[in-house]
């Protein structure tokens, strides 16, 4: 059984940085690319990031490029998403997806991901 756990949301203040988790059992983590998407209320959910299986290649989102970094430990079978000079506007649910081996490029966020995590809630004040 394939299980997919985001951590490290929280509140915090403008300007000021949180490192989101996800790890994934029950699946072979080097295989699958991941993504970050996040979901504000009343809008769409949105691609933030995204790392290829292979962990050779990343994509960003324009409103988070040069502020958040994705990264993959396949030892720890772990994403993260180091988040700095937030803005209120990147509050929402921040949600983690695998795809077996999903590249990262292009239109990666309009994949259909397979395994999805139950989010954690990101809020930035100002």
């Known amino acids: 059984q394939v299980q997919v756990v985001e951590s490290g949301g929280g509140l915090v203040q403008a300007g000021g940085s949180l490192r989101l988790s996800c790890t994934a059992s029950?699946?072979?983590?080097?295989?699958?690319?991941l993504g970050w998407f996040r979901q504000a209320p009343g809008k769409e959910r949105e691609g933030v990031s995204c790392i290829s299986w292979s962990g050779r290649s990343t994509s960003y989102a324009d409103s988070v490029k040069g502020r958040f970094t994705i990264s993959r430990d396949n030892a720890k079978n772990t994403l993260y998403l180091q988040m700095n000079s937030l803005k209120p506007e990147d509050t929402g649910m921040y949600y983690c997806a695998a795809g077996l081996r999903y590249p990262c490029s292009g239109s990666w966020a309009r994949l259909s991901y397979k395994y999805w995590g139950q989010g954690t809630q990101v809020t930035v004040s100002s």
């Open positions: 029950g699946l072979t983590f080097d295989d699958y690319g």
